[in-house]
């Protein structure tokens, strides 16, 4: 059975760090597209980044540039999410999420349950 595991979430200051982390079970992550995104309570679920596995592209909205890398150790079959400078307004739940298509639009085939980061005084 394919599965992603979301980890690495909890609540953290404003300006504070978390690294979340996709961990795959049941294939290898190098032949998919990995995103990561999030959903606040009462928003629609938005993508934050996205890692290619054929050339390593990532891609990250505009909201989190400059402040999230995403990375992915293929060995280990995971995907990190290095979150800096954090804001109240990244308060979500993150998932990651698995695609067969090359591209970061593409549609994702399998998700992780969530974590939740909580970013508060």
């Known amino acids: 059975q394919l599965q992603l595991v979301e980890s690495g979430g909890g609540l953290v200051q404003p300006g504070g760090s978390l690294r979340l982390s996709c961990a795959a079970a049941?294939?290898?992550?190098?032949?998919?597209?990995i995103g990561w995104f999030r959903q606040a309570p009462g928003k629609e679920r938005e993508r934050v980044s996205c890692i290619r596995s054929s050339d390593g592209y990532t891609n990250y909205a505009d909201f989190v540039k400059g402040r999230f890398t995403i990375s992915r150790d293929n060995a280990k079959a995971t995907v990190y999410l290095q979150m800096n400078s954090l804001k109240p307004e990244d308060t979500a739940v993150y998932y990651c999420a698995a695609s067969r298509t090359y591209y970061c639009s593409g549609a994702y085939n399998y998700w992780g349950q969530g974590t939740q980061v909580t970013v508060s005084s």
């Open positions: 049941g294939f290898t992550l190098d032949v998919y597209t």
